[in-house]
């Protein structure tokens, strides 16, 4: 099964900020990667799908990118309603595999 | 629009069984796959496997093979997971989740699983 490490595990940053997570698959996986936000007691939401296309209705402050096998979501500006779990999900082979997730709070 | 609306939280004993039910609407049920997805108490997102809404054929990811079924009432657009024989290690939150492309675009609101004697 592909591997799909995420970092870090925890983060707190200020309103406004910039926040990086990283996910890093543990072989090829082209674009194949989502990303997720699951607040408590919910159930998680698309953000991004294919590395990079933001989904429908999330705020242009989300992006995703990648280089090689690292894929990285990117909050332009963290607002009030950011803080949750951010999970990876790599869709290129069977099974599907999340990443460990990353808390992220408000500063 | 699109959802899926699962049951509601259970209460169960080591040994019984539990049926967690998946109604979707707002599409058409055969062509997506269902997916079933894991998540203990405080933890991650396990994926636990899928049904082919077309065929009724069921693939079960490793950890759960033996245990775990999935079925379909098609006439109903309602996909279910079965676990039987509970134990501890089977309570989480299990969610249902609609997947378009290569990822998981709907989800259920997830039903909560206790096992407790």
């Known amino acids: 099964d592909i591997q799909m490490t995420q970092s870090p595990a925890s983060l707190s940053a200020s309103l406004e900020e910039i926040v990086t997570i990283t996910c890093q698959a543990s072989?090829?996986?082209?674009?194949?990667l989502a990303w997720y936000q699951q607040k408590p007691g919910k159930s998680p939401q698309l953000l991004i799908y294919?590395?990079?296309s933001l989904a429908d209705g999330v705020p242009s402050r989300f992006s995703g990118s990648r280089s090689g096998t690292q894929y990285s979501l990117k909050i332009s500006r963290l607002q009030v309603e950011d803080p949750g779990i951010y999970y990876c999900?790599?869709?290129?082979?069977?099974?599907?595999?999340f990443g460990g997730g990353t808390k992220l709070e408000l500063k | 629009q699109i959802q899926l609306v699962q049951s509601g939280p259970e209460l169960k004993k080591p040994g019984e069984s539990v049926k967690i039910s998946c109604k979707a609407s707002g599409y058409t049920f055969t062509n997506y796959g269902m997916y079933w997805v894991k998540q203990a108490p405080g933890q991650g997102l396990q994926y636990m496997g899928w049904i082919n809404t077309e065929t009724g054929k069921p693939t079960y990811a490793d950890d759960f093979k033996g245990r775990f079924v999935f079925f379909l009432e098609t006439s109903a657009s309602t996909a279910y997971l079965q676990i039987n024989n509970l134990k501890n290690e089977d309570m989480a939150t299990y969610f249902c989740?609609?997947?378009?492309?290569?990822?998981?675009?709907?989800w259920g609101q997830g039903v909560m699983v206790t096992v407790s004697s």
């Open positions: 072989q090829d996986i082209g674009n194949w």
């Open positions: 989740a609609r997947r378009l492309g290569r990822q998981f675009d709907y």
């Open positions: 294919g590395a990079t």
């Open positions: 999900l790599q869709g290129y082979s069977a099974p599907p595999t």
